[in-house]
């Protein structure tokens, strides 16, 4: 049995996930966490976050890793942690100090950070001859200027160092350019608490189906274990829609994206690490939009379960303790699974979602959640504000993806309208 320490994490489906896949394994972890209580807002109403089941918990500013390797150093001493792990972003540079730190298994802590970088990562990937748009790293909005010029419009502005998709944008000419590194100048600290780099990253908009490569890397080989597609829609943001696995490709389609996104992985010096790289397949051929290393989120690691039977999140269980992940596809009588997520497209407050005793029924549904009455929602900027999903599978090919959208569009979410206040 192995202990494993896990930092901080989402709070969406990973953070079920991850535990579930620790426990199943036979392993127990301890939780280290800044705040206690942004964990207890997120537990089920009908018992406690899976999370708040650990060993132990301790409670340490994760944002200080130069004060928390040394508590981590002395806690280890005692408690002998096997692996160190987080399902977010914002905490896998730190848990890659951590983890050379206390000399446990994982990914080199200068790979991590360049991956979880998006400036880096253009930078590196760029150097090592990796298809990518054309891009610009630029100090302020002046500088940006300048640079859209001389890549041309219409382009994709990008924070360097958020997730979901916040604040990335697409403009097509100065004002718009303005606006969005307007945006970016606005929002200096995440929603961790920790300072953002203040950076803007212009990149070259791709065109073509954007998919993600799923891969586990240990011993200085990157395994790819699939290709997932995805749906893209709330212009001039980009909010992921769906997904589907495996993703409609031909076969060297799907062999071309693979081999791109082992490429990227290569480059940037991963290894020991579940990564999900998203490829746009340009007319051009692939191109590399980003590498994250930590498995799927959006619950794309149950898509490949659904389909293959292989556990992402178990997978990374086992590379973080430095153990061979069981890889090895089986049949379970799935051959496509697809998710569709439900968005609010009006400001107000949600007092129903209509058609979902019906639909909850059809026999290809493998997940239904949605949002509860009360909740007060605006229209979706980014991945975070999803009002729920539809998962779906098909026995027979590839069409989970129209089966899941052809359901989601028989839910009708009701909203109260915001009341606006005037003088």
Same mark, same amino acid.
């Given at each position: 049995?192995?202990?494993?320490?896990?930092?901080?994490?989402?709070?969406?489906?990973?953070?079920?996930?991850?535990?579930?896949?620790?426990?199943?394994?036979?392993?127990?972890?301890?939780?280290?966490?800044?705040?206690?209580?942004?964990?207890?807002?997120?537990?089920?109403?009908?018992?406690?976050?899976?999370?708040?089941?650990?060993?132990? =918990?301790?409670?340490?500013?994760?944002?200080?890793?130069?004060?928390?390797?040394?508590?981590?150093?002395?806690?280890?001493?005692?408690?002998?942690?096997?692996?160190?792990?987080?399902?977010?972003?914002?905490?896998?540079?730190?848990?890659?100090?951590?983890?050379?730190?206390?000399?446990?298994?994982?990914?080199?802590?200068?790979?991590? %950070?360049?991956?979880?970088?998006?400036?880096?990562?253009?930078?590196?990937?760029?150097?090592?001859?990796?298809?990518?748009?054309?891009?610009?790293?630029? /100090?302020?909005?002046? %500088? /940006?200027?300048?640079? /859209?010029?001389?890549?041309?419009?219409?382009?994709?502005?990008?924070?360097?160092?958020?997730?979901?998709?916040? @604040?990335?944008?697409?403009?097509?000419?100065?004002?718009?350019?303005?606006?969005?590194?307007?945006?970016?100048?606005?929002?200096?600290?995440?929603?961790?608490?920790?300072?953002?780099?203040?950076?803007?990253?212009? %990149?070259?908009?791709?065109?073509?189906?954007?998919?993600?490569?799923?891969?586990?890397?240990?011993?200085?080989?990157?395994?790819?274990?699939?290709?997932?597609?995805?749906?893209?829609?709330?212009?001039?943001?980009?909010?992921?829609?769906?997904?589907?696995?495996?993703?409609?490709?031909?076969?060297?389609?799907?062999?071309?994206?693979?081999?791109?996104?082992?490429?990227?992985?290569?480059?940037?010096?991963?290894?020991?690490?579940?990564?999900?790289? %998203? =490829?746009?397949?340009?007319?051009?051929?692939?191109?590399?939009?980003?590498?994250?290393?930590?498995?799927?989120?959006?619950?794309?690691?149950?898509?490949?379960?659904?389909?293959?039977?292989?556990?992402?999140?178990?997978?990374?269980?086992?590379?973080?303790?430095?153990?061979?992940?069981?890889?090895?596809?089986?049949?379970?009588?799935?051959?496509?699974?697809?998710?569709?997520? @439900? @968005?609010?497209?009006?400001?107000?407050?949600?007092?129903?979602?209509?058609?979902?005793?019906?639909?909850?029924?059809?026999?290809?549904?493998?997940?239904?959640?949605?949002?509860?009455?009360?909740?007060?929602?605006?229209?979706?900027?980014?991945?975070?504000?999803?009002?729920?999903? =539809?998962?779906?599978?098909?026995?027979?090919?590839?069409?989970?993806?129209?089966?899941?959208?052809?359901?989601?569009?028989?839910?009708?979410?009701?909203?109260?309208?915001?009341?606006?206040?005037?003088?």
């Amino acid at each position: 049995m192995g202990h494993l320490l896990v930092v901080e994490s989402w709070v969406g489906s990973m953070s079920r996930l991850l535990p579930r896949a620790i426990r199943e394994s036979g392993h127990e972890f301890t939780f280290v966490t800044r705040d206690l209580h942004h964990y207890l807002r997120a537990a089920p109403a009908d018992g406690t976050h899976p999370l708040l089941a650990a060993r132990n =918990i301790i409670t340490a500013d994760t944002n200080d890793v130069d004060a928390l390797l040394p508590h981590l150093e002395r806690l280890h001493a005692v408690l002998g942690f096997d692996g160190v792990l987080s399902s977010c972003d914002y905490y896998l540079p730190a848990v890659a100090r951590i983890a050379e730190r206390l000399r446990l298994p994982g990914p080199a802590a200068g790979a991590v %950070e360049g991956a979880c970088r998006k400036d880096l990562s253009r930078e590196i990937l760029a150097e090592a001859g990796v298809a990518g748009p054309r891009f610009a790293v630029c /100090a302020d909005p002046v %500088e /940006a200027a300048t640079a /859209a010029r001389e890549i041309g419009y219409p382009l994709v502005v990008k924070p360097v160092d958020l997730c979901a998709g916040m @604040l990335v944008r697409e403009v097509r000419d100065d004002r718009e350019l303005g606006d969005a590194c307007r945006a970016l100048t606005e929002f200096p600290v995440n929603a961790r608490g920790q300072d953002r780099t203040p950076v803007i990253l212009l %990149e070259e908009l791709l065109t073509g189906p954007e998919v993600s490569v799923e891969t586990v890397s240990f011993g200085g080989t990157a395994h790819v274990v699939g290709v997932t597609d995805k749906s893209i829609g709330g212009a001039p943001a980009f909010i992921e829609t769906g997904h589907m696995f495996p993703a409609a490709l031909a076969p060297a389609e799907a062999a071309a994206a693979s081999d791109t996104a082992v490429a990227a992985i290569k480059a940037l010096g991963l290894d020991d690490v579940v990564c999900h790289t %998203e =490829i746009k397949l340009t007319a051009d051929g692939p191109r590399v939009v980003e590498v994250n290393p930590r498995p799927a989120g959006n619950r794309i690691t149950e898509l490949v379960r659904h389909v293959t039977g292989i556990e992402l999140a178990a997978a990374a269980v086992d590379v973080a303790l430095g153990r061979t992940p069981e890889l090895a596809p089986r049949r379970t009588g799935v051959q496509s699974a697809a998710i569709a997520f @439900l @968005l609010p497209d009006t400001a107000g407050t949600l007092t129903a979602i209509e058609g979902a005793d019906q639909v909850r029924e059809r026999p290809e549904v493998r997940e239904l959640t949605l949002a509860e009455p009360g909740r007060s929602v605006r229209p979706a900027t980014s991945n975070n504000e999803y009002l729920g999903h =539809i998962m779906t599978a098909d026995t027979a090919g590839s069409g989970a993806r129209v089966t899941a959208e052809s359901l989601l569009a028989q839910l009708r979410p009701c909203y109260e309208p915001s009341q606006e206040v005037t003088a």
